[in-house]
C-alpha cells in the first residue's frame, strides 16, 4: 500500500508541476502577447511619426521653393507700373523728335528691364483676340463688333503679365460682345 500510496503522491506532484508549468507555459505566452502588442503598437507609432515628418519636411521645402519663387513678386508688381511708363515712352509719336541718345538709352533700360523679367520668370499676357477670361484679363469697356466673336478681346489697355505661369497682374482689355 506504501508503494501505492508512493506512486499516487508522485504522481501528484507530477500533475502538480505539469500544472505548474502549463501555468508558467500559460504566464510566458501571455507576456509574449503583451510584449508582441505593446511592439506593434510602438511600431505603429513609430510609423505615423516618421510619415508626419516626411510631410512636414515636404511642405517645408515646398514653402522655401515657393518663398524663392514669388519672393520677388511684390519688387515686380511696383516695377510693372515704371515698365508701362518706358513702352508708353518708346511708342509714344514724340519719338521721332527726340534726341537719338536718350531714345537709345530708353531702349537700353527697356532691355534692362526685360531681361530682368524675363530671369525672374516674368511674361507679358498675350490677351489680343483671346477669349476673354475673368482670371488674366478685366474688363473695362465692352463694344459691338461685327467682325469679331463675341466674347474676345478686342483692345488691350494694360498689359497683363505673369511670373512663373501665376498671373501677378491683370490685363486690362475691351471685349466684344
Do not use: C
Request: proline share 2%; charged share 35%.
Amino acid at each position: 500500500m506504501k508503494k501505492k500510496n508512493n506512486e499516487v503522491e508522485q504522481e501528484i506532484n507530477e500533475a502538480e508541476e505539469k500544472d505548474g508549468f502549463e501555468q508558467d507555459a500559460v504566464k510566458e505566452v501571455n507576456v509574449e502577447i503583451e510584449l508582441q502588442a505593446t511592439i506593434d503598437q510602438l511600431n505603429d507609432k513609430y510609423l505615423r511619426l516618421n510619415a508626419e515628418y516626411q510631410n512636414y519636411r515636404k511642405r517645408v521645402e515646398k514653402e522655401k521653393a515657393d518663398i524663392f519663387k514669388y519672393g520677388i513678386e511684390k519688387m515686380i508688381v511696383e516695377l510693372l507700373p515704371t515698365m508701362d511708363n518706358f513702352e508708353r515712352a518708346l511708342s509714344s509719336k514724340n519719338t521721332e523728335k527726340m534726341d537719338q541718345k536718350i531714345l537709345d538709352g530708353l531702349i537700353m533700360i527697356k532691355k534692362s528691364f526685360d531681361a530682368f523679367f524675363d530671369k525672374h520668370g516674368v511674361k507679358k499676357m498675350e490677351a489680343l483676340g483671346q477669349p476673354f477670361d475673368p482670371v488674366k484679363h478685366h474688363a473695362v469697356m465692352t463694344e459691338s463688333v461685327e467682325d469679331s466673336e463675341s466674347e474676345h478681346v478686342i483692345e488691350v489697355l494694360q498689359d497683363g503679365y505673369l511670373m512663373n505661369d501665376k498671373v501677378i497682374r491683370t490685363s486690362m482689355v475691351k471685349v466684344s460682345n
